[in-house]
């Protein structure tokens, strides 16, 4: 079956950088696009980046654009977030996610804090 596990996150200062990692199974990773998500504290759910199935293609919210940066390594089945710049705004819980058959896969998330 499909699983998503996501690593990396922790609490940092703000200015500082963090690499969030999913790795991926139970699916052909590299003909999917993945993408990250983050849920603050009583907000709703939201799109962080989207990369396409070989990596070519990249898309960003405009809260993260030119901090942060979505890749994957198709070759050990997993996705990365490189995370600079962390801002306080930046904390919540950031999850991967597929489609697959149009059903939505999503990973457990990671926590995030951006605090001093």
């Known amino acids: 079956q499909v699983q998503l596990v996501e690593s990396g996150g922790g609490l940092v200062q703000p200015g500082g950088s963090l690499r969030l990692s999913c790795a991926a199974s139970g699916f052909t990773f590299s003909s999917h696009a993945m993408s990250w998500y983050r849920q603050a504290p009583g907000k709703e759910r939201e799109l962080v980046a989207v990369i396409s199935s070989l990596g070519g293609s990249t898309n960003y919210a405009d809260s993260v654009k030119g901090r942060f940066t979505i890749s994957r390594d198709n070759a050990k089945n997993t996705l990365y977030l490189q995370m600079n710049s962390l801002k306080p705004e930046d904390t919540a819980v950031y999850y991967c996610?597929?489609?697959?058959?149009?059903?939505?896969?999503w990973g457990q998330g990671t926590q995030v804090t951006v605090s001093s």
């Open positions: 996610r597929t489609t697959r058959f149009g059903v939505y896969y």
